[in-house]
């Protein structure tokens, strides 16, 4: 619940400048044009820093963000890595399900004795 889906366009151009900061590259026009189509297409994902403070205040040691390692270095996630804690997550809530199921179907029986018992 701590975690907020965001939409966002990514900025290569301001990326690959912090990334490569050390080499000086002139970007063919094919490369011009990728980077600009990319820099127009709607990303929905999270905000690693949120991912990464929510892990923590859960006390959960989650391996899917890659914090940055120094200057140049940016935050990144490993969405593949929320598949584990998801799947268990579902599987939880199914036991809650399942419970709560058993609860109501047992208070529906108890009703249907009460009404019968006053016909």
């Known amino acids: 619940m701590k975690l907020h889906p965001v939409t966002y366009n990514l900025d290569v151009t301001s990326l690959n400048e912090k990334l ?27 905000v690693a820093q949120d991912v990464e403070k929510a892990a923590k205040e859960i006390g959960y040691d989650f391996s899917g963000v890659d914090a940055p390692k120094n200057n140049n270095d940016v935050y990144s996630l ?22 709560q199921q058993k609860q109501i179907d047992a208070l529906l029986q108890e009703l249907k004795l009460i009404k019968d018992k006053l016909k």
């Open 78 to 99: 490993r969405y593949s890595d929320f598949v584990v804690p998801l799947v268990k997550a579902v599987q939880e809530q199914q036991g809650i399900i399942e419970k």
């Open 20 to 46: 490569n900061q050390d080499k000086s590259k002139k970007l063919a026009a094919t490369d011009a044009r990728l980077i600009s189509e990319r820099e127009n297409f709607k990303f929905s994902g999270f």
